[in-house]
């Protein structure tokens, strides 16, 4: 089988490790992929928004199956091109992907089924957000509506700090078009947990549960990022809690999203919060989350190219879906001054054990060197039987990974240790 992987970070990479282990696949194409992606898959300079690209280049190559992996080409249609063309894909249609594309829609879908999230209120409006503020409790959150490179929530503190998010999102053009609309949410306390989920329309397979890591610095201080690290299993998420989130919040969703006409095939990532009056979704994505695919695909023992077969086919009730019990840990290796500003072009070496435990994001191949080419440059993972045991391997892995101004967390998964003591 000749596969298309639209996409080229880290949580492409990993998907295309996973993809490889099925004997069926003789060629995996990634459009556009990137330079750590260059050892394991066919790069395409095609730009992962670029529909008609994407679309001519499968016709012509013959492409039997189609994985769409970021948010922004799913919620654009990519799916529904691809399958105009008889291409079948692993990925939600438009329609659907608007769970993630507009936070307005997710929540008040939330809203009309009865799905347990956080209290809000949408402005279109600057000045009616910035009056709302006037009396709003805080902390509060505030959300962009569409798409924003996973940074589109600012969570202020206070009420000056909420207003200026507001200003910089609806005035400020922050987010562009995606913050012409804005949610102004009530701040939710707990542990948060990530699961992202193989679903068909109609069966959920919940994978396994991770804990993700968004600011920059130790101690989860500084601004947020896309994700610095991530641990799997989370210890915060317990069967108890898995069974609850199954019966109130995944399978609800699924029927909710079937009787808005939208049914949702591929991965639906749940973003979760763990707060005293039971869980809560903070968050819809409409796709694998990066860095949590990192953890969450090197412990799946099942193959994954049946499983999204499956998805595509609706015949995930009778495809098997087997984790490893065993615990992972990923730490992400970022340019020095990620998010804001930083330098690229360094050149990235790793050890050859380092190498086949880590999954590239932002690199490039220039006259046959790895150069670094985007904030979040490699993820290394590791798989122990305990966690503290593969938060060690993680690290000492990443070890082997170098570049210039190269800048890691040092505690990721601290907060998990803490949670089994």
């Known amino acids: 089988m000749k596969l298309l992987v639209v996409g080229g970070g880290g949580r492409e990479h990993a998907i295309i490790r996973c993809l490889k282990k099925n004997p069926e696949v003789t060629e995996i194409f990634a459009l556009p992929g990137n330079g750590g992606i260059a050892a394991d898959a066919t790069c395409v300079a095609i730009g992962a928004t670029d529909l008609d690209g994407i679309v001519n280049f499968a016709v012509e190559n013959a492409i039997d199956y189609a994985v769409v992996a970021p948010d922004d080409p799913l919620v654009l249609g990519c799916v529904d091109a691809l399958e105009s063309k008889g291409i079948p894909c692993f990925g939600p249609r438009a329609n659907a992907a608007i769970i993630e594309g507009s936070k307005v829609f997710s929540k008040n879908l939330m809203k009309k089924y009865g799905i347990p999230t956080a209290g809000y209120e949408v402005f279109e409006d600057m000045n009616a957000a910035l009056s709302y503020l006037d009396t709003a409790a805080v902390p509060t959150v505030v959300k962009a509506d569409g798409l924003a490179l996973g940074k589109g929530v600012i969570i202020a503190q206070t009420r000056e700090e909420a207003k200026k998010a507001v200003r910089d999102m609806m005035e400020g053009g922050m987010f562009g078009k995606s913050g012409s609309r804005v949610v102004i949410e009530e701040f939710l306390t707990g542990p948060e947990v990530s699961v992202l989920a193989f679903t068909d329309g109609k069966v959920v397979r919940p994978m396994v549960s991770s ?6 610095g130790d101690h989860d201080t500084g601004l947020n990022t896309g994700g610095m690290g991530t641990v799997a299993p989370n210890p915060y998420y317990t069967p108890e809690i898995a069974e609850t989130c199954m019966k109130e919040i995944f399978l609800p969703t699924i029927a909710a999203m079937n009787a808005e006409g939208r049914t949702f095939k591929g991965c639906l990532y749940f973003g979760l919060m763990l707060t005293p009056k ?46 490893s019990d065993k615990n992972a840990c990923c730490v992400i290796l970022a340019s020095n001054g990620y998010p804001v500003s930083y330098k690229k072009g360094f050149e990235i070496t790793m050890t050859e054990e380092a190498a086949a435990h880590t999954f590239v994001a932002g690199a490039k191949l220039a006259d046959g060197k790895l150069l670094t080419s985007g904030g979040r440059v490699t993820g290394t993972t590791a798989i122990a039987d305990t966690l503290e045991e593969a938060i060690r391997e993680a690290y000492r892995l990443s070890d082997g990974v170098k570049f210039e101004g190269a800048y890691r967390r040092s505690d990721i998964g601290q907060r998990a240790l803490l949670a089994l003591k």
């Open 211 to 216: 804990m993700d890591h968004k600011r920059i």
């Open 278 to 323: 039971g869980p809560k979704v903070i968050e819809y994505n409409c796709r694998f989350g990066d860095p949590e695919t990192q953890v969450v695909l090197p412990l799946l023992e099942s193959d994954l190219l049946t499983i999204m077969r499956a998805c595509t086919n609706g015949t995930l009730a009778d495809t098997e879906v087997k984790f």
